[in-house]
């Protein structure tokens, strides 16, 4: 009778209360133990799922011993009727109470244990789990060998994960832990659906949140990796992990058989840990590790010699080693790159090396000829190891110029020396290589020549192509931007470059500009570049940027111009992305641009259809501004990504929490459904080009399509036929085409539209083949259901014997095969046909623009060309000028200079009064000038687009600083078209153009004179009108002119010009007679109120000339004025006789007027200002001063100048009332008064004029 039979049921229930009934137990059996010497005790085997239990044959039971399988070293049965169990180095023996000779309860209590195990651990060896199985004959575990090329096989389901929750609780029976019911849902519901064959020890961190101890229940989750075939990588990344944890990691590697990447950065592990693992590696020659990181944990040189063990011992060789940030020095590197070199199968295998942040800055030889073996390596990282960069290339050279792809040497500087040179083989390295993809050289300090070779070396290789170049942090400067400058444009290979924070400034406009050359730069990084710049030329920078993204064959998707402060600057960047046609991706954070800079985006979002990603936090915006971006993104369809503005958003939160959750929701519905695809209009892509077209090009359409007009009106009228009537005729059909050419790109919208109400072919053939393919997929799982069925008849013949239960899982499988055709057309038709669609109308819109911008310029260049052939083949015939209009020429001669490039203007015609009734040329020429000046280039199509500066930047900016190098401001109402003169004008025109301010003062003043040739014909104004100041001005330069100091006699126009100034005299006493019997209010024509205009401009020229001016005429009255010629001196005294002729009465009014308060003038200056009556108070100032000299008494100075009238200029003239005295103010009011107090100004105002020794006698009474 076998043992089984013996257990009785009172003994199998008292087992069963012992155990529990949670326990769920195999097999029972009746064994005998030797106890002492030849002495033995029954004891009962139990063995459950994953522990065999002993317990006692004795009711009530109790448990003697129990061990769990993974605790069984080695199985033995030399015997048939004996077990031999060798648990943790202790043999327990056991003996069955059945005959000697029947092996069959031993065998059974093996497979038992077999078939447990591997339940279990499906997919792994027997001989891995016990190391020692020795059953003796070996038929006898036939069966059980048959059981394992079951499981091996693959003919018995392992369960989610290769059975990873039955592991965990086997684990957590080994350890004596809780099981986790939710850690064996994660990994077999997440893991398993996401396919991941990664462990991550981060996904279990909830398991601390319940209070629980985290690193205990990590131990049977690790300890579950055993052998475990489904994961191949264990993660284990910045974890604080328990000693105890750790050394279950140690466990997994030593016992895996299928760990392929291992990764415990940043663990705290030390050089001890590094020893245990580089044993665990050595004994387990089965483990197919292939990368290792052990990086961010203090192993130092002595953990870099434990692990180079194992590394040079690995049967297969490693594909990624990261030992960064490790403590190492040229010790522990050397002997890691010894022991990779000693590896035949590293050169073949490693792709990945990283020793960054270790100290190289010893004698690594090792490493160097390592590199310069040929190898594998693809991504080297040397960043901030302190590594002799030339002695790095020199081996690239030799051994890394066919695969290197990515090269890091970031942090690291180029010699101790400033005047090393370069070695060769640092250019010669990037003229070589094959497969560089990444060049990583930030933070390296990088010097002139540095730059320079690799910056040439790139331009030189034609044989790599889509680079990212770093350069940031290296504090290029001047230097660095000239180098950029220059040879930027030349690197054909980059597809990214990274200039950010370089102290680049003003600089970065010229950089910027030569980037917009290269036709390869994909993606660009400017930003921390304008930190320290003076505001005046961030606008420079700005603009260089701006024309970059605006050519029309930009090809830039992505830029950053992050943490650069621009604040309002940042607006013109803001306005060119509405129409920008290139840009995908950008980055504004940090620029403080406020909800102003908001706005600006947000109008650019509402007809932007290429931006993708738009990155905007830390730029002060508050809620205001999100919502102008929230309503812009109803509008807009194509961005997909803006990360949430935490910074802004906090701030908004603590106003208005509410408000500030339901704006940001908004943003991100609208963004959410553009991830979506749907096809959108191109009606407002046509409108919004139609748009840019007309703005850009009507007003000088029509200013040249008017002025051609005009001209072929003028030749017509003169009867001329020298244009030739084909050349009118041509003209004429210019301005048809130019009329027509403002609407051509609505038209060609129409004929785009026209073809699309016929039926777009390319939406026809989506649904045909939405049609097609509806039919191809039906018939696919038709096809489907029937292999399904079939295979289920092979697996399950019996079940599925029956044609009416085929029938009916057939009939069921159908109705759950069908595939709705409305699915089919909206994935195709909608979804990847909005695409297509999308892309042809984008497509037509450029065509559409091409032809329309090309018509035009080609109507714009035509119309030029003919305007100037028509008027140079018109008659060179010209009418008198009027003074006025001579002076108009003579101001604008600048202007029409510049004008004159854009257009030639229309020659004159003879007749004034044509000129009266019909609007000529050149009343339009000045109409141009009233206006904003258009220029005859057009400017391109993408620069046309730009958005002009906001009203709203203008009102919340201060006045900033005018640029340095800008044009001359011109005045828009000051060439307003004026009305024809028939006379000459009532006073001199002064040309304000020819006074300088470093010439000598002698020079050019003739040029103050009006010319004496040109005798006025109508009167002249009195001296004593408000006007006098201007033609005293005249005056007293002629003489000085005249003046034998001068080195010169009298010209011509000095006698003219006194001659003028006599004859306005006797006009003035004339007119002011009719003024006085019969008054009338003074009233400014339009001419005079322009003409005060110009004079106003031309104050400032005089205020600078005054000083100088008067300071030499009364130097050389003091010299010697006194003397005239004889001829001069009858000229004078004629002049004074007429001008004595004045009445008595006159004179005591005049008197009157001039005792009592002077009234103030807005036309005259104060006394010491200007010119005119300003230079007589300065010559009595000075005259007074020469006669301080003289030991004289206030009195008898006095009486001296009563007896001697003529040591003061011509005291005895004396000028005629015009009866305006109560309108003037008094030249000499404000001058210190003597003792007599009385004395008349007149004096003042006459001396001027007699500038003859003798003239004192000319104006007696």
């Not at 065998?107 to 997919?123: C, E, Q, R, W």
């Not at 505001?535 to 992505?558: G, R």
């Not at 812009?632 to 503005?645: E, I, R």
């Not at 404000?1230 to 006459?1246: E, H, I, L, T």
Request: charged share 25%; with cysteine; proline share 4%.
């Amino acid at each position: 009778m076998s043992g089984r039979n013996i257990i009785t049921r009172e003994l199998s229930d008292s087992i069963r209360q012992c155990l529990g009934r949670k326990v769920k137990l195999t097999l029972k059996v009746l064994v005998k133990v030797e106890t002492r010497g030849d002495k033995t005790d029954n004891r009962v085997l139990a063995f459950a799922s994953c522990r065999l239990f002993v317990l006692t044959a004795k009711v009530p039971t109790r448990v003697d011993q129990h061990f769990h399988y993974l605790d069984i070293q080695g199985i033995e049965s030399r015997k048939p009727n004996q077990l031999c169990l060798t648990v943790c180095d202790r043999v327990y023996t056991y003996y069955t109470t059945h005959e000697e000779n029947s092996s069959h309860e031993v065998d059974t209590m093996v497979l038992s244990l077999g078939t447990a195990l591997k339940n279990i651990f499906p997919a792994v060896p027997l001989v891995h789990i016990i190391r020692k199985v020795d059953i003796q004959p070996l038929k006898r575990i036939q069966q059980l060998e048959e059981l394992e090329r079951a499981t091996l096989g693959g003919t018995r389901d392992m369960g989610p994960c290769g059975g990873f929750s039955t592991q965990y609780m086997c684990m957590c029976d080994y350890h004596a832990l809780p099981y986790r019911e939710e850690v064996a849902w994660d990994v077999d519901t997440i893991y398993l659906s996401h396919d991941t064959r990664e462990l991550y020890l981060h996904d279990f961190d909830y398991l601390e949140q319940k209070g629980m101890d985290n690193n205990r229940d990590l131990i049977p989750i690790i300890s579950a990796l055993e052998y475990n075939t489904w994961f191949r990588k264990l993660r284990a990344s910045h974890s604080k992990l328990s000693h105890e944890a750790i050394e279950r990691i140690l466990h997994v590697v030593s016992k895996s058989l299928s760990l392929e990447e291992v990764y415990l950065d940043n663990i705290g592990a030390k050089a001890e840990f590094a020893n245990k693992l580089s044993l665990a590696l050595l004994s387990n020659s089965n483990i197919p590790l292939q990368k290792l990181d052990l990086s961010h944990n203090p192993l130092e040189d002595k953990g870099a010699i434990h692990i180079s063990n194992p590394i040079g011992r690995q049967a297969k060789g490693l594909s990624h080693l990261n030992l960064s940030h490790c403590g190492l020095t040229g010790k522990g590197v050397n002997m890691l790159a010894h022991s990779l070199s000693v590896n035949k199968y590293m050169c073949q295998t490693l792709t990945f090396l990283s020793l960054a942040g270790n100290s190289l800055r010893d004698d690594v030889n090792n490493l160097y000829n390592f590199l310069a073996q040929p190898n594998a390596l693809k991504t080297l990282d040397l960043s901030a190891t302190e590594c002799a960069i030339d002695a790095v290339f020199g081996a690239l050279l030799r051994g890394c110029t066919s695969s290197l792809a990515n090269l890091i040497l970031s942090r690291n500087s180029f010699g101790s020396k400033k005047t090393r040179e370069m070695l060769p083989s640092f250019k010669q390295y990037f003229t070589s290589t094959l497969a560089l993809k990444t060049l990583t050289l930030s933070q390296c300090k990088l010097p002139a020549d540095a730059l320079k070779n690799v910056l040439l070396g790139l331009a030189c290789n034609e044989n790599i192509s889509e680079v990212d170049l770093d350069l940031s942090s290296n504090q290029l400067s001047a230097t660095g931007a000239q180098i950029l400058e220059s040879c930027i444009h030349g690197v054909r290979c980059l597809a990214a470059l990274d200039i950010s924070d370089n102290g680049l400034e003003t600089q970065l406009g010229p950089v910027v500009a030569a980037i917009s050359k290269n036709k390869s730069i994909k993606k660009l990084n400017i930003g921390r570049n304008l930190n320290n710049i003076k505001s005046k030329h961030v606008y420079h920078v700005m603009e260089s940027v701006v024309q970059m993204i605006q050519e029309e064959d930009c090809v830039l998707e992505s830029l950053s111009i992050n943490d650069s402060r621009l604040k309002t600057d940042l607006h013109n960047l803001l306005n060119a992305l509405g129409s920008n046609h290139c840009l995908q991706s950008l980055d504004i954070s940090g620029n403080y641009m406020s909800d102003s800079g908001a706005r600006l985006l947000a109008k650019a979002l509402q007809i932007n259809s290429k931006l993708q990603y738009i990155s905007y936090d830390r730029n002060n915006v508050t809620l205001q501004g999100y919502s102008d971006i929230a309503y812009a993104l109803q509008s807009n369809y194509s961005v997909k990504f803006m990360p949430f503005p935490v910074h802004d958003a906090m701030l908004c939160m603590k106003t208005a929490p509410e408000r500030t959750e339901n704006i940001m929701r908004r943003i991100q519905d609208t963004l959410y459904r553009n991830v979506s695809p749907m096809k959108y209009s191109n009606g407002q892509a046509f409108r919004l080009q139609q748009g840019f077209l007309l703005s850009s090009t009507q007003q000088q359409v029509d200013r040249l399509v008017l002025q051609t007009g005009e001209v072929v009106r003028t030749i017509r009228r003169s009867g001329s036929d020298l244009g030739g009537s084909n050349s009118i005729q041509w003209a004429e059909g210019l301005i048809t085409d130019a009329d027509s050419s403002k609407q051509l790109i609505t038209h060609l919208h129409d004929v785009v539209l026209r073809r699309d109400e016929a039926g777009n072919p390319i939406e026809t053939k989506l649904h045909q083949l939405s049609a097609d393919l509806h039919a191809v997929i039906t018939n696919y799982l038709q096809d489907t259901v029937e292999s399904m069925v079939r295979s289920a008849q092979d697996k399950c013949p019996n079940v599925l014997s029956e044609e009416k239960v085929v029938n009916d899982v057939r009939a069921a499988c159908l109705a759950k095969s069908q595939l709705s055709s409305e699915l089919v057309e909206s994935a195709i038709v909608e979804q990847a046909g909005s695409v297509i669609l999308n892309k042809v109308n984008e497509v037509n819109l450029a065509i559409a623009s091409t032809v329309s911008d090309r018509v035009i310029d080609e109507v714009v260049e035509s119309l030029s060309k003919t305007c100037k052939n028509l008027q140079s083949g018109e008659g060179p015939r010209k009418r008198a000028s009027t003074g006025t209009e001579m002076g108009s020429r003579e101001r604008g001669s600048s202007e029409s200079s510049s004008r004159s490039e854009r257009s030639d203007t229309v020659s004159q015609g003879d007749d004034t009064t044509s000129q009266k009734s019909d609007p000529s040329p050149l009343k339009l020429e000045y109409l141009n000038l009233a206006t904003p000046q258009l220029a005859s280039k057009r400017k391109s199509l993408h620069g046309r687009k730009l958005r002009p500066q906001s009203v709203v930047a203008e009102s919340l900016d201060s006045v900033s600083e005018l640029p340095s190098s800008c044009g001359q401001l011109q005045h828009l109402g000051k060439a307003r078209p004026r009305r024809v003169k028939t006379r000459a004008p009532t006073r001199p025109m002064g040309r304000a153009d020819l006074v300088e301010e470093d010439h000598d003062i002698s020079e050019g003043v003739d040029t103050f004179f009006r010319p004496g040739s040109s005798t006025p014909t109508t009167p002249l104004i009195s001296p004593d009108s408000e006007n006098s100041p201007r033609l005293l001005k005249y005056g007293s330069t002629s003489s000085v002119e005249s003046s034998p100091h001068t080195g010169g006699g009298r010209t011509g126009s000095e006698r003219g010009s006194i001659e003028s100034l006599t004859r306005s005299d006797s006009l003035a006493r004339s007119e002011s007679d009719v003024t006085r019997d019969s008054p009338r209010p003074r009233t400014k024509s339009r001419d005079t109120e322009e003409e005060d205009e110009e004079e106003e401009e031309e104050q400032s020229m005089e205020e600078k000339s005054s000083r100088s001016v008067s300071s030499l005429i009364g130097k050389l009255a003091s010299e010697g004025v006194l003397k005239r010629s004889p001829d001069m001196s009858a000229r004078k005294a004629s002049t004074s006789s007429n001008i004595s002729s004045m009445d008595d009465k006159s004179r005591s009014e005049e008197d009157c007027k001039e005792d009592s308060p002077p009234r103030k003038m807005a036309g005259l200056p104060k006394i010491g200002v200007g010119i005119g009556g300003n230079i007589l108070a300065e010559m009595k100032m000075m005259q007074e001063k020469r006669t301080s000299f003289l030991p004289k008494d206030d009195d008898r100075d006095k009486e001296e100048k009563k007896d001697n009238p003529s040591s003061s200029l011509l005291a005895s003239v004396r000028l005629r009332s015009t009866g305006l005295a109560d309108s003037l103010k008094s030249p000499t009011n404000g001058f210190p008064r003597g003792s007599s107090g009385n004395k008349s100004p007149n004096c003042n105002r006459d001396s001027c004029i007699d500038t003859t020794g003798t003239g004192g006698d000319l104006g007696g009474r």
